[in-house]
Nanobody, 125 residues
C-alpha cells in the first residue's frame, strides 16, 4: 500500500502560479509513474499529466501544455506539479496517483493503483 499526500493547493488570481507536491511518507516513489488528475465541480475527473518512473518522460493533456510542468525528486520521494499562467478553468481538486513501473501513456484513472486525497486549487478572476 502506498499513501500519497498532496499539498500546495490554494487560491490564486488568474495568471498566477502554484506548485503542488505529492509525497509518499516513509517510502520511495522512484519505481512509480506518477500522474496528476483533477476534478472540477460537476465534472468527471480528468487526466492532467504524468511523469514516468524513469524521470525522462512527461506527458500532458493539451489544455495545460506549456503552462504546467511535472518534476520529481526521487531522493525526497516527492513529485511536483508547477502550474503557471493559471486560468479560471484550472479550478478543481487536484489528485496525484501512482502506478508501479507505469508506461508513458498511463493517462486513465484505471492505470493507477494508488491515489491521494486531493488538494483544492481555486483560480479567481
Amino acid at each position: 500500500q502506498v499513501r500519497l499526500v498532496e499539498s500546495g493547493g490554494g487560491t490564486v488570481q488568474t495568471g498566477g502560479s502554484l506548485r503542488l507536491s505529492c509525497a509518499a511518507p516513509g517510502r520511495t516513489l522512484s519505481t512509480y509513474t506518477m500522474g496528476w488528475f483533477r476534478q472540477a465541480p460537476g465534472k468527471e475527473r480528468e487526466f492532467v499529466g504524468l511523469i514516468r518512473w524513469t524521470g525522462d518522460v512527461t506527458y500532458y493533456t493539451d489544455s495545460v501544455k506549456g503552462r504546467f510542468t511535472m518534476s520529481r525528486d526521487n531522493s525526497e520521494s516527492t513529485v511536483f506539479l508547477q502550474m503557471n499562467s493559471l486560468k479560471s478553468e484550472d479550478t478543481a481538486v487536484y489528485y496525484c496517483a501512482a502506478r508501479p513501473y507505469g508506461g508513458s501513456r498511463s493517462i486513465t484513472e484505471s492505470h493507477y493503483d494508488y491515489w491521494g486525497q486531493g488538494t483544492q486549487v481555486t483560480v479567481s478572476s
